[in-house]
């Protein structure tokens, strides 16, 4: 072959190499969008904390001109109906199907179970933006597996404490029959019970039935000193205002985690007056960061955060940060890990870092209902982590 040949070979070569690359603007420019797996509740009880969550997560994005690590994000969005039975088929279905890249869910802590069961066994990252099951970071954890909320032990440990230094001895406890009501009231029990106190009953329904008229005939037979509970949601607002009706609210101190307040005080107007709870968010705590995160997501919504806002929203913050350390390739699984483990998430609730096991380690503050505020009275628990017992990683 003559040397002008072999010219026009290499030229035309280089052409067609150019014209391929073009016709794969994606590949050319970078790395295709990232696919985000929202698996939420959109219906049922938990609605709104699937929303106030799916709010937070976006509104980091934007903040971020609508990127992470380099990528644009795609959602593929499933409604979980806060349904344990379904929740593995509507998982498998996101990963084998959408062939999603990161999964973000879910509200409800039987649903995470069995997503952290899958994302486990796949090696799928998962980023649970509220369900608190322990075992997903106890015996469950992974290193693809982090959570941007609280372990449902956290806010119970913390009002045990309160509910013991404010001298109460004889305590019922009422909440869902689930992982998310069991793990709360063992928490408030083992702190309750080392200050002095005894729970003397424990009260719970199925999840997520609101019929407590029997529940709450026991509790002013038994007369106990106080009440703790763990309700969030719709049942939230029926518990508090059914509480309020019973006449029991100016006989029998309530005191709950702070989802019986959170995200529902328009609807409980002032049966919610006064109620001390325990959570790691408050909406008055008044930071810069809080202050700049409340008025952007007031602007956004047309709507006040809460603390399932905050928890999608610090949800996106960590997948950013792992993001950014793999310049949005997530299959650089070791480095996207690393990153989130060291990373002090900048939050609204203030600064955390994540423990051993991949839970937030934060203060927990007491908050007192103040007109249609959760407001804080203190820090309850100051950077309380989660024991992880279980995980071995
Ligand atoms: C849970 O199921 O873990 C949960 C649901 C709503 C609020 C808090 C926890």
């Known amino acids: 072959m003559s040397s002008s040949h072999k010219t026009l070979i290499s030229r035309a070569v280089a052409t067609l190499a150019l014209s391929a690359l073009s016709a794969l603007p994606t590949l050319a420019q970078g790395l295709p969008k990232l696919k985000v797996g929202l698996m939420l509740p959109y219906t049922g009880t938990y609605a709104a904390l699937g929303n106030a969550i799916e709010n937070g997560f976006r509104?980091?994005?934007?903040?971020?001109?609508?990127?992470?690590?380099g990528r644009?994000?795609?959602?593929?969005?499933?409604?979980?109906?806060?349904?344990?039975?379904?929740?593995?088929?509507?998982v498998n279905k996101l990963i084998k199907r959408d062939n999603v890249d990161v999964l973000i869910g879910s509200v409800h802590s039987g649903v995470a179970m069995a997503m952290a069961k899958v994302a486990k066994d796949t090696g799928t990252v998962l980023i649970v933006p509220n369900a608190g099951a322990d075992a997903v970071t106890g015996p469950m954890c992974a290193?693809?597996?982090?959570?941007?909320?609280?372990?449902?032990?956290?806010?119970?440990?913390?009002?045990?404490?309160?509910?013991?230094?404010k001298g109460?001895?004889?305590?019922?406890?009422?909440?869902?029959?689930?992982?998310?009501?069991?793990?709360?009231?063992?928490?408030?029990?083992?702190?309750?019970?080392?200050?002095?106190?005894?729970?003397?009953?424990?009260?719970?329904?199925?999840?997520?039935?609101?019929?407590?008229?029997?529940?709450?005939?026991?509790?002013?037979?038994?007369?106990?000193?106080?009440?703790?509970?763990?309700?969030?949601?719709?049942g939230a607002v029926k518990f508090v205002k059914d509480y309020a009706a019973a006449g029991l609210k100016k006989t029998i101190?309530?005191?709950?985690?702070?989802?019986?307040?959170?995200?529902?005080?328009?609807?409980?107007g002032a049966d919610a007056a006064d109620l001390l709870t325990?959570?790691?968010?408050?909406?008055?705590?008044?930071?810069?960061?809080?202050?700049?995160?409340?008025?952007?997501?007031?602007?956004?919504?047309?709507?006040?955060?809460d603390v399932y806002a905050v928890q999608g929203y610090d949800a996106a913050q960590m997948l950013a940060v792992g993001l950014a350390a793999v310049k949005g390739d997530i299959?650089?699984?070791?480095?996207?890990?690393?990153?989130?483990?060291?990373?002090?998430?900048?939050?609204?609730?203030?600064?955390?870092?994540?423990?051993?096991?991949?839970?937030?380690?934060?203060?927990?503050?007491?908050?007192?209902?103040?007109g249609k505020e959760n407001k804080l009275a203190s820090i309850a628990s100051k950077a309380l982590a989660d024991p992880g017992r279980g995980c071995r990683l």
């Not at 509104?59 to 690590?69: M, N, P, S, Y």
């Not at 909406?283 to 960061?289: A, F, G, M, Q």
């Open 59 to 69: 509104l980091h994005i934007a903040e971020q001109g609508g990127k992470l690590g």
């Open 72 to 90: 644009e994000i795609e959602f593929v969005k499933v409604d979980d109906e806060s349904d344990p039975s379904k929740a593995t088929d509507n």
């Open 143 to 165: 290193s693809n597996i982090f959570r941007s909320s609280f372990s449902n032990w956290q806010p119970g440990y913390a009002m045990g404490e309160v509910v013991a230094k």
């Open 168 to 234: 109460h001895k004889k305590v019922v406890t009422i909440t869902w029959k689930y992982a998310a009501g069991d793990e709360s009231i063992r928490g408030f029990k083992e702190s309750f019970e080392k200050g002095g106190g005894k729970v003397v009953k424990e009260l719970n329904l199925p999840f997520p039935n609101v019929e407590f008229q029997a529940l709450l005939t026991e509790i002013a037979a038994a007369k106990p000193d106080a009440v703790y509970t763990f309700f969030a949601g719709g």
């Open 253 to 268: 101190p309530l005191y709950g985690a702070g989802f019986l307040t959170d995200g529902t005080l328009d609807a409980q």
């Open 278 to 305: 325990t959570l790691h968010y408050a909406d008055s705590l008044n930071t810069p960061r809080d202050n700049a995160f409340r008025l952007s997501y007031a602007k956004a919504y047309k709507l006040q955060p």
């Open 331 to 370: 299959g650089k699984k070791a480095e996207f890990t690393t990153a989130i483990e060291k990373a002090k998430i900048d939050s609204p609730r203030g600064p955390f870092t994540l423990s051993r096991s991949h839970n937030p380690v934060q203060d927990i503050y007491l908050r007192q209902v103040g």
